[in-house]
Structure formats: structure tokens, C-alpha cells
């Protein structure tokens, strides 16, 4: 199971970074995503990326998120979250498939408060 954390207590403006352990190496993964869900069930995937490094971004994420891993380890990915906003509340999982792959992690809450 992969574990999160870097989760928090944030003002508005304010940024974390998430961090995904995986308890293997993550080298043949070919997706790697980070998903939220708010306090009314509503979830969605926030950031991916792909083997061949292309990402994608929720609208409301995009120029604000960054999904990256650690290639010299292989067995971390992350999630930077910038100039971060109420509507970001949420508990964030991150998720990896690959051909040896399929795992959540049981997630981590970030909560932007004034």
C-alpha cells in the first residue's frame, strides 16, 4: 500500500507538497495520480502523469499543481500545491498502476483555512 503525507493546515496563498511512498520501486508504473475528495464526496483526479513524463491537470489545479517523481530512488511521487485555495480542501490519495501495480495510498488531509 503506498503511504502519503505533507498533508496540513494551510492559509489561502499558502503551499505544501505531497509525498507518495511506495513500498517498491515504482520504475515500471506507467500511471501516477493524485485524486481528492472533499467533505461532500465529490473526487476527482488532480494531476497525472505518465511513463513518458507527459501530465495532465484538473482545470482548477492547472499552473497551480505539480505532479513529479524521484527518479533516483523510484519509489516516491509528489504533488506540489501552490497559491493553494478553500476549494482545495480535500483528503488527497495518490495511485499507481503499472504492470506490477495497483495501489492507493489512505490518503492525506489538507485543509486551506483563514
Known amino acids: 500500500r503506498l503511504v502519503e503525507s505533507g498533508g496540513g493546515l494551510v492559509q489561502p496563498g499558502g503551499s505544501l507538497r505531497l509525498s507518495c511512498e511506495a513500498p517498491?520501486?515504482?520504475?515500471?508504473?506507467?500511471?501516477m495520480a493524485w485524486w481528492r475528495r472533499d467533505s461532500g464526496g465529490q473526487g476527482e483526479r488532480v494531476a497525472t502523469l505518465h511513463a513518458d513524463g507527459t501530465t495532465k491537470y484538473f482545470a482548477s489545479v492547472e499552473g497551480r499543481f505539480t505532479i513529479s517523481r524521484d527518479n533516483a530512488q523510484n519509489t516516491k511521487i509528489y504533488l506540489q500545491m501552490n497559491a493553494l485555495k478553500l476549494e482545495d480542501t480535500a483528503v488527497y490519495y495518490c495511485?499507481?498502476?503499472?504492470?506490477?501495480?495497483?495501489?492507493w495510498g489512505h490518503g492525506t488531509q489538507v485543509t486551506v483555512s483563514a
Open positions: 517498491r520501486s515504482i520504475s515500471d508504473a506507467s500511471v
Open positions: 495511485f499507481i498502476e503499472g504492470p506490477t501495480y495497483n495501489a
